[in-house]
Nanobody, 124 residues
């Protein structure tokens, strides 16, 4: 079992930057692929970015590519999501998800561990 705890959300203004953190505890984290998803009010949860267990494979949703950067520090059992040039449309609850499967992509079903989420609110 992997316990994931997100932090770093908050109320910011458009154009600001934030760094979200996802800290893992429990079983070994090094073999777990990790992704970020987000869910805006009244919308379905959507994929944001994913990083493989080694950090060598990274992919982003088209909607965030260029402004979002995912990274991981296995020594700290932590995955980060750097968000630059925040827009009101980025307002959402951001979830960290982990997968112990051999491969993990952009689908919710690929991930078997989920955090509780951290709220990001961007004012215009």
């Amino acid at each position: 079992q992997v316990l994931l705890v997100e932090s770093g959300g908050g109320l910011v203004q458009a154009g600001d930057s934030l760094r979200l953190s996802c800290e893992a505890s429990g079983r070994t984290f090094i073999n777990v692929h990790v992704a970020w998803f987000r869910q805006a009010p009244g919308k379905e949860r959507e994929f944001v970015a994913t990083v493989s267990w080694s950090g060598s494979i990274i992919s982003y949703a088209d909607s965030v590519r260029g402004r979002f950067t995912i990274s991981r520090d296995n020594a700290k059992n932590t995955v980060y999501l750097q968000i630059d040039s925040l827009k009101p449309g980025d307002t959402a609850v951001y979830y960290c998800a982990g997968s112990s499967r051999q491969r993990a992509g952009a689908a919710d079903e690929d991930y078997n561990y989920w955090g509780q989420g951290t709220q990001v609110t961007v004012s215009s």
